[in-house]
């Protein structure tokens, strides 16, 4: 009986909530977030002005993220899915500020290593040789099995994380992985 | 008992109870050889290794592939909503699952319906189902590292991905980040937030700090924070006080660092078999010291 008195408070509307601005973007609601990740990809391969948000606390079951997107494209956008076979479970205007993905970098020397953390996620690499040599933090299970697939491979030979990945931790190891490659590469 | 919960980076592993052993660097359970790699699989082993050196406790796991799809996570949050009353543990540790709002809330409703209460432990995706769902303040212990504290402390953070950038990421801030999430019941009555100097908070105050001993490599290996959780969860098994298991299991994973002396590039597995030393350590300086020569 706890549990569900706390869940119930939490599931009250806080006060502070920001009021709604006029609906000239929308969302789209996908089945998992590798779906999202390759949405992202076509999208802004076919130059699509779009953003991987946060989805509104309405919809949000845990570990989500949705394309928000200019609505005048949406029927031009929801063909190329189409085309891509992608299926979005929804397609809703936005009502709300959506939740904006980190963009703090945070960066260790170790000297013959770098580390660099994106919210959750580290990425360690041999500053020489750019062999991948560690993995840490997160919490969605493909944490674990990126690390197997990366770990022991060089910047340029690895997979990218967002090729393999499937969760909220998965996209932000691809955020530290782009910023390992930029300060890394050439 | 100590139950251990979590998954697995393996599709091909169904869902696999049972108690867990160390044997040639791996872990067995129930007829089952998993390698020893960052996430539950470094927890368990972790937790088997404090059991076995303080021959108190045992423990049982729960585990299944999951490599990221949640298919696993959904078998195995299902497996413990309707079969949890016929166990019984003194604590379980909620690891590495797919955050699942939904299915969250009916396993602590379950865990809640049990004659007896164990002491819960959450971290990883658990952990943040647990805060999404506003029920952090049900669990005893969370082990955020930094990141997952600014989490915590960003109410309306549903994941460490989208917590805003005024909560700010920075050690400093730990006591600030405690305080802010225990005032918004998204943590519970203790915390250890894994860092460089790892601070314990009760009732969302920090009441002790631990710095040494430093090695800094530690922070880059992918599970040095899952052994803490595993030897947390042992500890707090055995009998011990939590908060004085909270101090325990910090000094003692600081002391895998200084007696394993590993790179960033050492991988877990290699930390294990140094954590009964490091427990010896921690409990008995004087004589570790002795027999160390």
């Known amino acids: 009986m706890s549990s569900m008195l706390r869940f119930l408070k939490k599931l009250a509307p806080r006060k502070d909530a920001a009021p709604s601005p006029a609906p000239d973007r929308g969302i789209l609601v996908f089945e998992n977030t590798s779906d999202v990740i390759q949405a992202e990809k076509r999208l802004k391969a076919h130059g699509f002005p779009i953003a991987v948000k946060g989805p509104p606390p309405e919809i949000q079951k845990g570990c989500d993220l949705v394309i928000e997107f200019p609505l005048m494209e949406k029927l031009s956008i929801e063909r190329h899915l189409e085309a891509a076979g992608l299926h979005p479970l929804a397609v809703v205007p936005v009502t709300a500020p959506l939740l904006e993905p980190v963009s703090l970098f945070y960066a260790k020397d170790f000297g013959s290593y770098l580390m660099v953390r994106a919210a959750n996620m580290k990425i360690t690499v041999n500053k020489e040789s750019l062999r991948i040599v560690n993995i840490s933090g997160g919490g969605c299970p493909d944490v674990p099995y990126l690390a197997d697939r990366l770990v022991g491979k060089t910047l340029n030979e690895a997979p990218q994380p967002k090729e393999i990945g499937h969760t909220l931790c998965g996209y932000a190891l691809q955020l530290a992985y782009e910023e390992l490659c930029r300060r890394c590469l050439p | ?293």
């Open chain 2, 1 to 293: 008992m100590l139950a251990v919960i979590g998954t697995v980076p393996d599709p091909s592993l169904p869902l696999t109870t049972g108690t867990a052993q160390l044997k040639d660097g791996r872990l067995h359970t129930a007829g089952v050889s998993i390698p020893i790699t960052r996430g539950t699989p470094a927890l368990a082993a972790a937790a088997v290794a404090v059991a076995e050196r303080l021959s108190r406790t045992e423990v049982f796991v729960f585990l299944v592939g999951d490599v990221g799809r949640g298919g696993g996570s959904r078998v195995l949050y299902q497996f413990l909503a309707e079969n949890l009353p016929g166990f019984s543990f003194d604590v379980m540790v909620f690891h590495y699952l797919q955050p699942d709002v939904d299915w969250h809330n009916k396993v602590l409703f379950a865990v809640e319906a049990l004659p007896r209460r164990p002491l819960l432990i959450a971290d990883a995706g658990f952990m943040y189902a647990a805060k999404m769902s506003g029920q952090a303040s049900a669990y005893d212990i969370f082990t955020p590292d930094i990141g997952e504290m600014a989490f915590l402390a960003d109410e309306r953070a549903p994941h460490p991905f989208y917590t805003r950038g005024f909560v700010l990421h920075d050690t400093r801030n730990v006591p600030e980040l405690v305080a802010r999430a225990y005032a918004h019941e998204d943590a519970p009555r203790w915390l250890v937030v894994k860092g460089e100097t790892d601070h314990i908070a009760e009732a969302g105050r920090v009441v002790a700090t631990v710095r040494e001993p430093v090695w800094e490599a530690m922070e880059a290996i992918g599970g040095t924070g899952d052994t803490l959780t595993g030897i947390l969860g042992a500890l707090c098994a055995s009998g011990k006080d939590p908060l004085d298991a909270c101090r325990t299991a910090a000094l003692t994973n600081r002391w895998v660092g200084r007696l394993a002396r590993p790179t960033p590039a050492t991988q877990v597995a290699e930390l294990i078999p140094a954590i009964p030393d490091a427990l010896e350590q921690v409990q008995n300086p004087v004589l570790a010291e002795e027999a160390g020569g």
